[in-house]
Every structure is written in structure tokens, then in C-alpha cells.
């Protein structure tokens, strides 16, 4: 049994001037699926997970989000970006909004929910990654690990069809880590739609279904986690795993 896929690139190319940062990128993700994106700074990592969500626009090729496709500019992007949740190094938490408000705004403006709507549905989403006792709070005031779950809580708010994590946790201090790749755990249990890039290969090994990994623009390789990381096919993988393993 094959489900329609819920986020489909065919052919997409991109580049910045002279650099051909995304070459030919073919890429399905089924409803449910987690996908780690894992491969050496510079392959291109964050830039497929921008034009996934439209932050960067493509030359070549097409992205479709369950079935709709993405239009290169213009009305309903708003709508369509909500689709696509979005799950940053740096968090880009609203500095001057509470905790709560960072989890209401989206919901209340682009969503048009009324603000008892969205902090019903903002508290449910603080206490289900685990910081509902931190609602009134403003981000400075929180850990590192606090704030990056806020940031999932915000990007849950908008109820989007899929969510993508670039590289949640890199900006972490260590004994923070654990505490977010759990609730991206309970995620994925749940049956949300991910695309993870990810350096976490703890993560990768438990929660992926599927590990693609990318070199110069490229994926170079697509496996199960298992498969990837016993037998990894290509050159550039084994030595990129001989690098961090
Ligand atoms: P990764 O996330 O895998 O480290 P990126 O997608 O951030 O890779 O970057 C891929 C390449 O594109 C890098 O060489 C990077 O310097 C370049 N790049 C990324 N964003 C821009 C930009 N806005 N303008 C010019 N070059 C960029
Ligand atoms: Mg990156």
C-alpha cells in the first residue's frame, strides 16, 4: 500500500549567483514519515528545508505540499507556508512576546482564530511539550532547551501538514539536547510528518524511517536508518560517518 505522498520535489535546482546549491533534488515524504537529512556543512541542507517552506524560491523543478503546488510567489503563500511548520537552530522566538503569545500569534493572524481559540490551544500545545508552568515568561528567561520547545509549540500552533527541524539542537548546551529530541520523539510517535537535518545520529537511528544524505547539492544516498548506518553505499557517506560516529 502507497499513500499520496504529503511533500513531493521533482527536479528542484537552485542556486545563489555561481553556487549550484541544489543540483536535480527528487524527494517524497509520506504522511507519518520521518526523514533524517543528514551530510557535511555547505550540502545544502538548509536550503532545501527553506524552499520546502518558500522562505527560498527554486529555478528549477517543482515542490508540492499534498497535493497542491507551490506557487513561486504571490497570494495563499501565507496559507501555504502555514502547511509547512518550521524548526530553526536559533529558535527566532518573538523576544518581545511572552511564551504564550509566541504560541497565539500565528494562529490568531494568519489562522484568524480569536484569542481564546488560540491560548486554549496554545496551553494544550506548552503542556504537551512540557512547559506550560512557563507560559508568562518572555524567552530570555528561559534555557536554550525551553525556548526550542516553545519554538515546536509555535510551529504545532499552525497545525501544519509537516514540520521541518533544521538542526533543533546544534545550538544547544549538551544537557539540553535530550530534552527536545524527546518531545520530537513523542512527535513522531504521533504520527507528524517531519523532515529532521540533523547531526544527532542517536535520533536518526530511533525515530527515522528513512535517512537521506546529502553531498554538494545532492542525495547522494537514501536508506533505511539501519541499512545507512551498517552499510552505508557511497564513498562520501562512509567517510562522512567515519568523521562523527
Ligand atoms: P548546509 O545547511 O548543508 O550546511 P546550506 O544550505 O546552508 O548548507 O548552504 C549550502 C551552500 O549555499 C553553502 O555553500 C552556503 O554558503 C551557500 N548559501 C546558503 N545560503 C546562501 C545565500 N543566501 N546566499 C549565498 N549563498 C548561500
Ligand atoms: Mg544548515
Known sequence: MTATPLVVL????????DLHVLRDIDLSVQPGEVVVVIG?????????????????????????????????????????RSDVGM??????????????????????????KSKADAEQRGMELLTRVRIADQAGKYPAQLSGGQQQRVAIARALAMNPKVIMFDEPTS???PEMVQEVLDVMTDLAKEGMTMVVVTHEMGFARR???????????????????????????????????????
Do not use: W, Y
Not at 10 to 17: D, I, P, Q, S, W
Not at 52 to 71: C, H
Not at 220 to 240: G, K, L, Q
Open 10 to 17: 521533482e527536479n528542484v535546482n537552485k542556486h545563489f549567483g
Open 40 to 80: 557535511p556543512s555547505g550540502s545544502g541542507k538548509s536550503t532545501l528545508c527553506r524552499t520546502i517552506n518558500r522562505l527560498e524560491t527554486i529555478d528549477g523543478g517543482t515542490i508540492s505540499i499534498d497535493g497542491q503546488l507551490l506557487p513561486k510567489e504571490g497570494r495563499g503563500l501565507a496559507r501555504l
Open 87 to 112: 524548526v530553526f537552530q536559533s529558535f527566532n522566538l518573538f523576544a518581545h512576546k511572552t511564551v504564550l503569545q509566541n504560541v497565539t500569534l500565528g494562529p490568531m493572524k494568519v489562522l484568524k
Open 171 to 173: 545550538a544547544l548546551d
Open 207 to 245: 525515530a527515522a524511517n528513512r535517512v537521506v544524505f546529502m553531498a554538494d547539492g545532492q542525495i547522494v544516498e537514501e536508506s533505511s536508518p539501519d541499512e545507512f548506518f551498517t552499510n552505508p553505499r557511497s564513498e562520501r557517506a562512509r567517510d562522512f560517518l567515519s568523521k562523527i560516529l
